[in-house]
């Protein structure tokens, strides 16, 4: 029942009952745990790092393990969990898929063969539409991955329906299976499967438009309304 926070390079845990942050080492780690991303689920918290990779929390125990660090120790800008399947983005050291039953890892870089390989080795957010496919933003462009191979999707002006700007800070599907990207300064691009093309939506000098053109989160709230974060309100 605790509200774990990523924020400013700290993790914070707020005891939700006492309506206090609490303080000291709440996690038994013997490092300074510098957290950049938060995934909860039924066997762990998964904690993602600026330095350390992926960190393992047990609430029943308050243990915690390193399960993956990705080389150069590059910071870990979201994370996605699939099945048995944990995917990592990195900032620099590309996408990377962790079995959590075979503790093995996967890379995916934009020099990897066989169809793996992504449009950047930056990569800032993860999402899996309704037919399965992840969907992976990075800061040149959106990569898809389906049946074990990526489509790249890069920003072009002179096709309609392209992405209106190739980098992609934040991913969102709704609850219609639309899939929400805000991108940086490119304003939000929408996907929804029966049109398959994106619909751009930008600031513009009327009342009822986006603040900004740098959208850096989403969140769906349970009546269906999308909450959209810019850089400006």
Not at 72 to 86: E, P, T, W
Not at 165 to 188: A, E, H, P
Request: charged content about 20%.
């Amino acid at each position: 029942g605790r509200l774990m926070v990523a924020g400013g390079g700290e993790l914070l845990v707020f005891d939700k009952a006492e309506m206090r942050f609490e303080e000291g080492n709440v996690l038994q780690y013997s490092g300074n745990i510098k957290a950049t991303e938060l995934l909860g689920d039924q066997e762990c918290v998964w904690i993602g790092t600026a330095a350390d990779g992926v960190l393992c929390w047990s609430p029943d125990n308050n243990g915690v393990r390193r399960i993956f660090a990705p080389k150069g120790g590059k910071l870990v800008q979201a994370m996605l969990r699939n099945g048995d399947q944990l995917w990592i983005a990195t900032e620099g050291d590309g996408l990377w898929m962790y079995d959590i039953k075979s503790n093995v890892s996967v890379a995916y870089h934009s020099t990897s063969a066989n169809g793996g390989s992504i449009n950047s080795n930056y990569v800032r957010s993860l999402a899996l539409d309704i037919y399965g496919r992840l969907w992976v933003g990075t800061d040149n462009g959106l990569s898809i991955l389906e049946n074990g191979v990526f489509q790249k999707i890069q920003s072009d002006p002179f096709l309609d329906g392209s992405l209106s700007q190739s980098s992609v800070r934040c991913i969102l599907r709704d609850n219609q299976g639309g899939m929400w990207l805000g991108t940086y300064f490119g304003g939000i691009n929408y996907w929804h499967p029966r049109m398959n093309r994106f619909h751009v939506i930008k600031r513009e000098p009327v009342a009822n438009s986006l603040n900004d053109n740098v959208v850096s989160c989403f969140a769906e709230d349970n009546q269906g309304f999308v909450w959209i974060g810019t850089n400006s309100g």
